[in-house]
Every structure is written in C-alpha cells, then in structure tokens.
C-alpha cells in the first residue's frame, strides 16, 4: 500500500484492523539493545556493523540499539503472515499500540552509515592517535590492539 493511501488510525472504522492496511512494517526489521559505546574501540565495532549496510543505530530514551533490515521471510504477498499459528512470541505479542504503522522513524541519535558514527566519536573522544598505518586515509582509524 503506498503512503498516499494510507488510512489514518483515527479513521479506522470499528471492527477494522490497522494492520490490513499495512505492508507489514514491523516484520521487516529488527533491532536488539547494544551497550553505550565509550571508548575509540566501542565506536569501532559500531562502525563495523554499519559498514555491513542494511544497519543502522539509534538511540531511543537514552538507550542504544542496532537496528537490522532485513524482511521476515515469512511475510506472504498480501503483508500477511505465512506461519500465523506458529509465529515466535514477540510477534505474539506486539500490538498496534506504538507500531511502525505511522512511525515518523525519529529517534535522539541516529546513524546510518559508518562515517557518521565515526565523526560522532571524533566529537565526544579524545583524539586518536595518527600511525603510520592509518596517515592518508579519509578518518584516523583505530591502531591494532
Ligand atoms: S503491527 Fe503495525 S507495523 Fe505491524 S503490520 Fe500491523 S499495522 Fe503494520
Ligand atoms: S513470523 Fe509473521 S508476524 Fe512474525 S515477523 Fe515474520 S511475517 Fe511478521
């Protein structure tokens, strides 16, 4: 269903359900909390999961997450669920409360891509050390441990 034919929570007539009027957003990511990043090597592994792509980190009420996009490979042609009767318990369990339906995908930190994370932390962290081995690159990268 394309956003210009998307119905309004507030129109949705009694009985009707929001998700039939979805493409199944919320079946097509997922996203798990990570521990704050505070050192140059935390960064790093943050850039690492970003420059795998179809990634990104977000910071939501103060707590960090990677966030993975990647389709169930149980959603059917009609945004439907092909293992209903069987899906996992977080499925279960979500509801269209808060859901990705409408979400403005706003968060207080957001980065998408791994040169992002890594001016964020050139901002926050004392200055890494230029080596031999990282002079002439883009970013100053972290020396081998
Ligand atoms: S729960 Fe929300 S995001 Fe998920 S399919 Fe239903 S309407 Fe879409
Ligand atoms: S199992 Fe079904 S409800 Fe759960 S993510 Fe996959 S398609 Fe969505």
């Known amino acids: ?4 034919t998307l119905v309004r929570r507030a129109d949705l007539k ?7 009027h979805c493409t199944a957003r919320c079946c097509r ?20 999961f970003l420059l795998h792509g179809r990634a990104s980190v977000f ?8 966030m993975v996009f990647a389709d169930c490979k149980h959603i059917q042609e009609d945004f439907r669920c092909g ?3 069987d899906r996992p318990m977080i499925c279960r369990t979500y509801t269209t409360d808060n859901c990705e339906y409408d979400n ?15 001016e964020y932390a050139q ?8 080596t031999s081995a990282d002079r002439g690159t883009a970013l100053p990268v972290l020396a081998s441990l």
Request: aromatic share 20%; net charge negative; glycine share 4%.
């Open 1 to 4: 269903m394309s956003s210009s």
């Open 14 to 20: 009694a009985g009707e359900v929001l998700c039939d």
């Open 29 to 48: 990511y997922f996203a798990f909390p990570i521990d704050e990043p505070h050192s140059w090597q935390d960064f790093d592994y943050l850039r690492w």
């Open 59 to 66: 910071v939501d009420e103060g707590t960090w997450y990677l």
């Open 83 to 85: 293992i209903y009767q």
């Open 104 to 118: 403005d995908a706003c968060y207080d930190k957001l980065f998408e891509s791994p040169e992002q994370i890594w």
């Open 123 to 130: 901002a926050l962290l004392p200055p890494l050390r230029q």
